[in-house]
């Protein structure tokens, strides 16, 4: 069954970093594009960034572009968010999802960005 | 960029009424189109993907619809517990969602 679990979510300062990971099991992850999708408290579903089977090419949302870095680690069934100068807007739950004909979701990491 | 509509935003129904609700993208998307349930505290949940194919283990009264720029989702008999935000999403490019249609109770 496929799984995707990710970690790394808690309370920053406007400013700080946090990075985000999602381990992925029950396929063969190395085959399939990966995404991370972002949902503020209340609001709907954002996509903010993808990443293709072999982390060669990335996509961002233009409200993290520069700020966020997308990688993924084929050895270890991984893929990650970095988060660099987060801010307020920034606070959502943090989804990772597969790609393909039909689109695998994570449960989500909680990020709050907070003084 | 693709963009995604839906209405209504907020639908209000009664156990048993026949519901439909509408996704339109801004260009042609093909059948990329899925559409999703979710409750609060909880991640999406698949129930329609290329536009008309149900996803394993979801009941038949889901059924999906169109392709191009217009879509709709609908729910034959709505039951207790398919009150909850739906949200389509076009991944033809990228990734975009709708806004999302509150399902709550009349």
């Known amino acids: 069954e496929v799984q995707l679990v990710e970690s790394g979510g808690g309370l920053v300062q406007p400013g700080g970093s946090l990075r985000l990971s999602c381990a992925a099991s029950?396929?063969?992850?190395?085959?399939?594009?990966m995404h991370w999708v972002r949902q503020a408290p209340g609001k709907g579903l954002v996509w903010v960034s993808r990443?293709?089977?072999?982390?060669?090419?990335?996509s961002y949302a233009d409200s993290v572009k520069g700020r966020f870095t997308i990688s993924r680690d084929n050895a270890k069934n991984t893929l990650y968010l970095q988060m660099n100068s987060l801010r307020a807007e920034d606070t959502a739950v943090y989804y990772c999802?597969?790609?393909?004909?039909?689109?695998?979701w994570g449960q989500g990491t909680l990020v709050t960005v907070s003084s | 960029d693709i963009q995604m509509t839906q209405s209504p935003s907020t639908l209000s129904a009664s156990v048993g009424d026949r519901v439909t609700i509408t996704c339109r993208a801004s260009?042609?998307?093909?059948?990329?189109l899925a559409w999703y349930q979710q409750k609060p505290g909880k991640a999406p949940k698949l129930l329609i993907y290329?536009?008309?194919s149900l996803e394993s283990g979801v009941p038949s009264r889901f059924s999906g619809s169109g392709s191009g720029t217009e879509f709709t989702l609908t729910i034959s008999s709505l039951q207790p517990d398919d009150f909850a935000t739906y949200y389509c999403?076009?991944?033809?490019?990228?990734?975009?969602f709708g806004p999302g249609t509150k399902v709550d109770i009349k």
């Open positions: 990443i293709n089977s072999d982390g060669s090419s990335t």
């Open positions: 999403q076009q991944y033809n490019s990228y990734w975009t």
């Open positions: 999802a597969r790609d393909g004909v039909t689109v695998w």
């Open positions: 290329k536009a008309s």
């Open positions: 029950g396929f063969t992850f190395s085959s399939y594009w």
């Open positions: 260009q042609s998307i093909s059948s990329w």
